[in-house]
T-cell receptor, first 115, second 114 residues
């Protein structure tokens, strides 16, 4: 199993550009989510999905879109990048939490800089 | 709203010694889970230990143990016999019931000195 993969690892954008951060998992997890990590603020939930075709907003959804057309993929779209979106982005996946032993698996992260 | 507070931005410990990282949380829920994640310089998020709120017994995983004080809403992490590989950012996290949504603290940067 490759686990949770994210591409790209690094990206530099100019203000106003658009891009898609890719996230894929091969563990047949129903639940997938996106977090952003900013210095001094920990990780904050952007969007999440409990299955194909179902998405919802997290704590900081503004400026981001998501869709979930397959179980495996959960891309995060920035339609018009802003400097405030400079951050490290993590994708995570897990089974819908049914047991205390369930674990969320995190991808390696994407460092995004918006100039 | 639920919040997680880590009041120690940075800590340092000598190799082989014991260190305790603090975490407090605020919630009115009864059914929740608490976690400690480790983030080494590689940036990978690694689950260290978890605690179910309904369990009174403190969780342990090898050199890592927690002190869970439910009434005080405190969830500290104790690392025994610290090793150089323990150098990392440590995040305390909280999850209500089976929501899968994690709420993170701001992290504690731990440096293990040789």
């Amino acid at each position: 199993n490759a686990g949770v993969t994210q591409t790209p690892k690094f990206q530099v954008l100019k203000t106003g550009q658009s891009m898609t951060l890719q996230c894929a998992q091969d563990m047949n997890h129903e639940y997938m989510s996106w977090y952003r990590q900013d210095p001094g603020m920990g990780l904050r939930l952007i969007h999440y999905s409990v299955g194909a075709g179902i998405t919802d907003q997290g704590e900081v959804p503004n400026g981001y879109n998501v869709s979930r057309s397959t179980t495996e993929d959960f891309p995060l779209r920035l339609l018009s990048a802003a400097p405030s979106q400079t951050s490290v982005y993590f994708c995570a996946s897990s089974y819908v939490f049914t047991a205390s032993t369930d674990t969320q698996y995190f991808g390696p992260g994407t460092r995004l800089t918006v100039l | 709203a639920q919040t997680v507070t880590q009041s120690q931005p940075e800590m340092s410990v000598q190799e082989a010694e014991t260190v305790t990282l603090s975490c407090t949380y605020d919630t009115s829920e009864n059914n929740y889970y608490l976690f400690w994640y480790k983030q080494p310089p590689s940036r990978q998020m690694i689950l260290v230990i978890r605690q179910e709120a309904y369990k009174q017994q403190n969780a342990t995983e090898n050199r890592f143990s927690v002190n869970f004080q439910k009434a005080a809403k405190s969830f500290s992490l104790k690392i025994s016999d610290s090793q150089l590989g323990d150098t990392a950012m440590y995040f305390c996290a909280f999850m209500i019931g089976a929501t899968n949504k994690l709420i993170f603290g701001t992290g504690t940067l731990l440096a293990v000195q040789p």
